[in-house]
């Protein structure tokens, strides 16, 4: 794994916690497209990793499946989530600073 991809993997992260934070999105409307995009990864080894991404506790059951199959890179799962636990606490704080008028209007954007 080469610098460049462990600093995209990071921002993708990053950026996903911050709106997941920020107004409750992430995982598949911007982790899967940006793996895919940015990363090269095929459709389902995106799928794949952002289910292992947010793998507990709900997804377990998918993630061993995409996993069986040799879909789901473990190392990307790893830097991916750290840097999304990051992202979702500076966007919370965000969130929780801004007045309730202003988060509908930046949610209004986003959904």
Same mark, same amino acid.
């Given at each position: ?8 993997? %990071? $921002?993708?992260?990053?950026?996903? &916690?911050?709106?997941?934070? $920020?107004? &409750?999105?992430?995982? &598949? ?13 095929? *459709?389902? $080894?995106? *799928?794949?990793?952002? %289910?292992?991404?947010? %793998? %507990? ?11 069986? *199959? ?42």
């Amino acid at each position: 794994m080469n610098t460049v991809t462990i600093i995209l993997l %990071l $921002l993708v992260g990053l950026a996903a &916690g911050f709106l997941s934070g $920020l107004i &409750g999105i992430g995982g &598949g409307i911007i982790i899967v497209p940006a793996l895919v995009i940015f990363l090269g990864f095929s *459709q389902k $080894l995106a *799928q794949g990793t952002s %289910l292992g991404i947010l %793998l %507990l506790p709900v997804g377990i059951l998918a993630v061993l499946q995409y996993y069986k *199959q040799g879909y789901l890179n473990v190392n990307y799962v790893a830097i991916v989530s750290i840097a999304f636990v990051l992202g979702g606490f500076l966007g919370s704080k965000l969130a929780l600073s801004i007045s309730d008028e202003k988060m509908k209007k930046i949610n209004a954007h986003f959904c």
